[in-house]
């Protein structure tokens, strides 16, 4: 599954933007929500995603929370109507709380992990979470290279999902395009968060198609 990250798209444009990559089988689209304080960056506010699901109720609104005021920022994402909410392991000392408030108010419950960060502190969550985001560059700013650190990375989630007997879909966010999906798909990746190879390198159509045909 691809799912572009509308960071990258023409904000002027977005309602245009998301159509067009729906219209060409894009069915789930990543929302980067920046604190400024977990992350030095700020982006969207809950108004977005209100916005999006009553604009286009059939698509998935996957929401990538990087803020470290959860008490704050999770309710609002509830409440404005997010289908996922991934969350950083690195932003909490109650991670499992949250994966099960989430639950609780009927919204999936995602981990994300930033690059430096070991992939064994994953292994306590794992019976309670919904998918698990890589993230392949520093989290707060599109357009990074791509960490190769990261099939690695995906690979040994992978085996430690297998080892204990779940089914979990990995995603990859960050210096998605159409060689790097190859090696995260490989490693064990099912989900890949593409922004800017999708909405600032080409017709939206053509990439999308470009990044099908390498991970297929």
Known sequence: MIAPSILNANNMKLG?????????GITRFHLDIMDGHFVPNLSYGPELVSAFKKEFPKLTA??????????????????????????HLEATDKVEEWLDYLHAHHVKAGLAISPETPVE???????????????????GFGGQSFNEKTPARVKRIYQMIKENNLEIPIEVDGGIDDQTIKQVKEAGAKIFVAGSYIFKKGPIKQQIQKLEKAAN
């Open 16 to 24: 245009e933007e998301i159509q067009e990559a729906a219209d060409n």
């Open 121 to 139: 502190e994953l292994q306590l969550y794992l019976n309670k979470v919904d998918q698990i985001l890589v993230m392949s560059v520093k989290p």
């Open 62 to 87: 996957e929401v990538h929370l990087m803020s470290n005021n959860l008490p704050v920022t999770i309710p609002l994402f509830v409440e404005a109507g997010a289908d996922l909410i991934e969350f």
